[in-house]
């Protein structure tokens, strides 16, 4: 089993920056790709930013240039950075794991991110 929690959301102004943490317990080892995904209002739940055990990363048009998804594996840890942030930026972001070996995923309870002067 693995447990994922969130942290770093707040209120930013518009051109600020935030960096989100999600620490994982349990076993890590059994984590294969990690993922932020975001809703926002009255909106569908997207994927925001994917990261494979090999690093490689992939993002949402909306966030190419200004997001950036990295990986602590000594801390169990992904981060976001989240550089420029704009208002439509404004949603819950979710951590996601998915299992290694197996169809397992796992999500966090989530952090509010709010963009707004």
């Known amino acids: 089993q693995v447990q994922l929690v969130e942290s770093g959301g707040g209120l930013v102004q518009p051109g600020g920056s935030l960096r989100l943490s999600c620490v994982a317990s349990?076993?890590?080892?059994?984590?294969?790709?990690m993922n932020w995904y975001r809703q926002a209002p009255g909106k569908q739940r997207e994927l925001v930013a994917g990261?494979?055990?090999?690093?490689?990363?992939n993002y949402a048009d909306s966030v190419k240039g200004r997001f950036t998804i990295s990986r602590d594996n000594a801390k169990n840890t992904l981060y976001l950075q989240m550089n420029n942030l704009k208002p439509e930026d404004t949603a819950v972001y979710y951590c996601?794991?998915?299992?290694?070996?197996?169809?397992?995923?796992?999500w966090g309870q989530g952090t509010q991110v709010t963009v707004s002067s």
């Open positions: 996601n794991a998915q299992g290694r070996w197996d169809l397992s995923v796992y």
């Open positions: 349990g076993s890590f080892f059994s984590i294969g790709t």
């Open positions: 990261l494979t055990r090999s690093d490689t990363a």
